[in-house]
């Protein structure tokens, strides 16, 4: 928890470095602005040499990412296969579609923002 402290005290706007990444956990909060219903838990997690693993909501996934000027790309995503109801399996692709196709990525607030079509905004994770 402390280094997720330490990262988020290193930048509040500007670049984001895979070193402010390595070993944080992030909890989604926010989708567009607005509060996510609570069956739409979903999480990020950055670990060694940026691979990145989660909770889409209905399925864990992982893969590799790689950032480029704080814009966020995950390689090689895999995910478990199961399907949680029309509405959830479409909110779960819209963001694994974002980590796949690359997003800009801040840190700001205290929150991990993921700016694509739509906003993930999330939260250090204990």
Known sequence: MLI????VGCSSTGTVTSEQL?????QLSRVDGLAIPASYSASLSFI???QVNGFAGCNKFFGEGQLDDSHLTVNKLGMTRKSC???LDEFEQQFL???KQGVPLQIQDQQLVLNGEQTFAFIPAG
């Open 22 to 26: 390595k070993y944080t956990k992030w």
């Open 4 to 7: 997720i402290g330490l990262c």
């Open 85 to 87: 109801g029309d509405e």
């Open 48 to 50: 060694e040499a940026l």
């Open 97 to 99: 579609n974002a980590l």
